[in-house]
């Protein structure tokens, strides 16, 4: 059974920091890219940043320079570090683990509010 498990999301003022993770298990995670998608509030769903099965990363533009993510395989986690928080990334943030198109896996979201 495939588990997706985002952590780490709450409370922070502007100008702070926060550390999301996403624990896998039931995939060979080493072979799988993996991502953080958020949703703002009335918004669609966009992507944060990804980190292929070999390490290479991409990066919304919105998050380019404040926002690190990484993985560690033989934890089956990923991060993400986020800093110098601003309002508008308040959001449901998602993980997401994907295989070739063929297999595409989502967790249950962890809520990152900024606020003052």
């Known amino acids: 059974q495939v588990q997706i498990v985002e952590s780490g999301g709450g409370l922070v003022q502007p100008g702070g920091s926060l550390r999301l993770s996403c624990a896998t298990s039931g995939i060979i995670f080493s072979s799988y890219d993996m991502g953080w998608y958020r949703q703002p509030p009335g918004k669609q769903r966009e992507l944060v940043a990804v980190i292929s099965s070999g390490g290479t990363t991409n990066y919304g533009d919105s998050v380019k320079g404040r926002f690190t993510i990484s993985r560690d395989n033989a934890k089956s986690t990923i991060y993400l570090q986020m800093n110098s928080l601003k309002p508008e990334d308040t959001a449901v943030y998602y993980c997401?683990?994907?295989?070739?198109?063929?297999?595409?896996?989502w967790g249950q979201g962890t809520q990152v509010t900024v606020s003052s």
């Open positions: 997401n683990a994907a295989l070739r198109r063929i297999f595409d896996y």
